[in-house]
């Protein structure tokens, strides 16, 4: 069974149109859910969390309706993009109410609260009240709220914003164990690196729909209108580029100032012949990279965003 099955699921507000037409199965693991402000993601987000209900389609989560049936919420963690919370509670407190609120019984509330905010490195300010907390501490609580009643599918909604550097990698890793744990993850971000750290199965979400799904890498691969780049900083770049420059799938050579950058068709077969070219030439390379590589030229190259 998938954890999500959308089909030709759409979610509007009178004229305005939230997401379109979504399709789409989720397995299991990390998933980032990945589009700029405004894409649709928080959408899709309170629809597979049961707070809303698809306008047209269907949506379910574990074989049911979120919406319309409770065991099922039970077995969802969420941690909204906004929090709008209770300040004069302590975190301990916070999480304990949320615990219950979420079908943990009373008996086994906080030690489920204490759980949850250790997992989440707030041990020590656990008897501290909420309003002193820094942008990062109230990340963690809620955060600690959503996984306090240990759910099996969590649904969080840009919880990296406003975390500082050494805060965001500690969390993140916080979050991979927490898949490691088996549980399965919807992450939503638009800092592309943010995903990037956490996973490389994407959702790409544009103007309410998906543009695309799957793995970051085979999606490249799929997006044949932009020729892959390659670039490659060396001591003879002109030996290396007469090598390449009669092949059928090199569709440019660029000279750079440290070497050349080389537009392929064909990735994996160009890689393979700039192996041979240095091994016959004797060529020494400095640095071999790839821009496109990478979450953010995928995400560019979906949305139309990608200019050159």
């Given at each position: ?12 507000y009178g ?7 979504v399709?789409w199965n ?8 990945l589009g ?7 959408t ?9 209900r698809?306008?047209?389609?269907t949506l379910?989560v574990?074989g049911?309706?979120?919406f319309?049936?409770?065991g099922v919420r ?6 909204p993009?906004?929090e709008?919370?209770w300040?004069?509670?302590t975190?301990?407190e ?6 219950r609120l979420a079908?943990v019984?009373a008996d086994r ?7 949850a905010?250790?997992e ?5 300010a ?5 309003k002193?907390f820094?942008?990062?501490?109230r990340q ?7 996984i ?6 969590l649904?969080l ?5 406003g975390?500082?550097?050494?805060a ?11 898949a490691?744990a088996g ?12 995903i990037e ?6 959702v790409?979400i ?7 799904e799957g ?6 691969k799929l997006i044949d209108?932009?020729p892959?780049r390659?670039?490659?900083?060396c001591?003879q ?8 420059a009669a092949?059928?799938?090199v569709?440019r ?8 950058l080389?537009?392929t068709?064909d990735p994996?077969?160009?890689y ?11 060529i020494t390379?400095?640095?071999?990279s790839?821009?496109?590589n ?6 560019e190259?979906?949305?139309g965003?990608?200019?050159r």
């Amino acid at each position: 069974m998938s954890v999500v099955a959308a089909d030709r699921c759409s979610k509007w507000y009178g004229h305005v149109l939230g997401v379109s037409d979504v399709t789409w199965n989720l397995q299991g693991g990390i998933v980032g859910l990945l589009g700029p402000n405004g894409a649709g993601k928080s959408t899709l987000i309170k629809m597979m969390a049961g707070l809303l209900r698809p306008s047209r389609g269907t949506l379910s989560v574990f074989g049911a309706s979120p919406f319309a049936d409770v065991g099922v919420r039970r077995r969802i963690g969420y941690a909204p993009e906004h929090e709008s919370t209770w300040d004069e509670l302590t975190a301990r407190e916070l999480v304990t109410v949320m615990a219950r609120l979420a079908g943990v019984p009373a008996d086994r509330a906080p030690t489920a609260a204490e759980r949850a905010i250790a997992e989440m490195g707030m041990t020590d300010a656990i008897d501290r009240r909420v309003k002193g907390f820094s942008k990062g501490m109230r990340q963690r609580t809620k955060l600690a709220t959503a996984i306090a009643h240990d759910p099996d599918f969590l649904l969080l909604d840009e919880p990296l914003t406003g975390v500082d550097p050494v805060a965001r990698v500690d969390i993140v890793d916080r979050i991979k164990k927490l898949a490691e744990a088996g549980k399965t993850i919807v992450i939503s971000s638009h800092v592309l690196y943010e995903i990037e750290a956490l996973t490389s199965e994407i959702v790409v979400i544009y103007r309410g729909q998906v543009l695309a799904e799957g793995n970051v890498y085979e999606i490249r691969k799929l997006i044949d209108r932009h020729p892959h780049r390659i670039r490659v900083e060396c001591d003879q770049p002109r030996a290396l580029a007469s090598v390449l420059a009669a092949e059928d799938h090199v569709a440019r050579i660029i000279f750079e100032r440290a070497g050349v950058l080389i537009e392929t068709r064909d990735p994996d077969r160009c890689y393979d012949q700039l192996a041979a070219a240095v091994l016959d030439k004797g060529i020494t390379v400095s640095s071999l990279s790839s821009p496109d590589n990478n979450l953010g030229a995928v995400f560019e190259y979906l949305t139309g965003d990608g200019r050159r």
